[in-house]
C-alpha cells in the first residue's frame, strides 16, 4: 500500500532513539509510514529505493554534496537539530557553525525548540529562517506527565537494582588528555571551514574542560571517602573517552560507573541530579527533582537553561550535603514552569510532535510502496556485523574525538526496543519490520 513516508537516521542511540519511536507512534496514526535506522542503514535505504519520495528528519548541517545526493531521493529535506539543545550557552555561534554554506536553500523546514532558538534562527540565518518553525521538540513531549509510562518498567528495574541513589550525569566530553590530543588532529583536517577556523577557539575550552573534569574527579574521590555520603552513580556522556572512565572507576569504593541505555530512566530512577550544564537538568526539572551544577572552574561555567535551573554548589562540602540533603527527597514537578524554561523550551497543550506531523502533512509529498529487501541487505548486514566485531577485538579507533559506533549505537537497534517502547502505548495495531542491519520499517494495518 502506497503511503507518505518518513525516514529518520539515529546516531546516537541512547539519546535520540526512543524519542523517535515515540514520534513514530504519532506519525503511523496520522498515515505516515516511518523508516528508522543507524545513519549509515537510512543512507542505503535512500540509496537503494526506487523513487524520489519522502521526508527525511535530520539531526544538523551536512555538507553540500550530501545534501544534494539525498535531495535526488527525497521531496523534503527537514533538520530538527538535537545539538541545539537549551544547553547551547551561544545558541548564534553554534546555529552559524553547523550548516555548510550556500546548503540553507535546501533545507525545506528547520524545527527549533523554542522562542530563542527562533529569535537566534532570525538573525543568524538568510534564506533558510523563512522555513523555520518554532515546535518544541519530541524528546520533550516524552517527559509530560501523560507518556512517562514509557519509562516506567526501565525505571522500576533501575530502582530495584539500585534503590536511593544521587545520579551524576557527565557532560565534558573532554575527559581524557587523548580525548584533546585526537580532536586537534582530526578537527584540524575537518571538511568543514567553520570547524577548522574554530579548532583555536575549542582547544581552548577542552583545555579548560579538562581542568574541571579532573577537579571534579578529585572531589568525587574526597566524597567517596566519606562514610555518610550516600549512594552515587556516575553516567558518562556517550561522546566521552569510556576507557578513562573504566580507570577512573576503579579508583572509587563506593561511587559507581554505569553507562547503560538512554539517560531518561535513570535521572526519573535517581533521588536527585548533579550535572555540569547539561539538558539532563531539563528532565530533573519537569520530573521535579533536585538538581545541583558543581561549580568548581568559574571559567567554564554554562550560563544557559540547566544553570538557572540548578542549585548551584561551589566546593566538596557544598556537594556532599546536596546528596545527603537530597537522598530520600520525593519528586515535586512544578505547577507552572518558569518563565525562563518557557523562553527556551515551547510547550503548549498541543504537544511537539503533533506540531512537526501537521506541518509535514502540508507538503507535497509523493505516496511510495513499501521497501522490500533484497539479496544486498543481507550482504550489508553481515558485512556490518563483521566489521564491528573486527573493530571490538582490535579496538581500531583511529581517534577517539569520535564515539566509535559500538558506542554510540550499543547492540545496535533490536526490535524489541521499538516493541517495548511502542506497546507501552498499547498499539497492537503496529508493524515493526527489520528491513537489514539497524533499520527497520514502523506502520500500521
Known sequence: MEKKTIYIPIEIKARELTQYIFFSKFAISKGFRVYIGSKPAINRLLDQKPNKAGVLIFKGGLDLDNILKIKKKINSFIILDQELSPSCTDFHYEMKRRYWPNSEKFVDRYYVIGQHAYDTGKEVFGEMAKNMVKTGWPSIDMLREDYRKIFIKRIDDIKKKFGDFILISSAFYFNSRKMINDFSKQKKKDLWDSVRNAVEKELTTAELTFEEFKMNIEVLKKIDEDHSCPKIIIRPHPSEDH???????????????????????????????????CASAITAYMAGKPIGYPILKREVIKKALPYELSEHLFNAEDILNFCKRNIHKKPLPPSEYSQEFKRYI??????????????????????????????????????SNLREKLHLFFKLKRYIAVAP????????????????????????DVIIKQLFKDCFMIDSY
Open 405 to 428: 559506533q559500538s558506542q554510540k549505537m550499543p547492540g545496535g537497534i533490536k526490535k524489541k526496543e521499538i516493541m517495548d517502547t511502542l506497546m507501552s502505548f498499547e498499539n497492537e
Open 346 to 383: 515551547h510547550i503548549e497543550k498541543k504537544n511537539a510532535t503533533e506540531i512537526i506531523l501537521e506541518d509535514i502533512s502540508k507538503f507535497d509529498l509523493v505516496h511510495e510502496q513499501p521497501y522490500e529487501s533484497n539479496i544486498g541487505d543481507i550482504i550489508f548486514s553481515i558485512s
Open 243 to 277: 576507557e578513562e572512565w573504566k580507570k577512573i572507576s576503579k579508583s572509587f569504593k563506593k561511587i559507581k560507573v554505569i553507562f547503560e541505555g538512554e539517560i531518561t530512566p535513570w535521572i526519573y530512577a535517581a533521588n536527585a541530579l548533579l550535572h555540569r550544564g
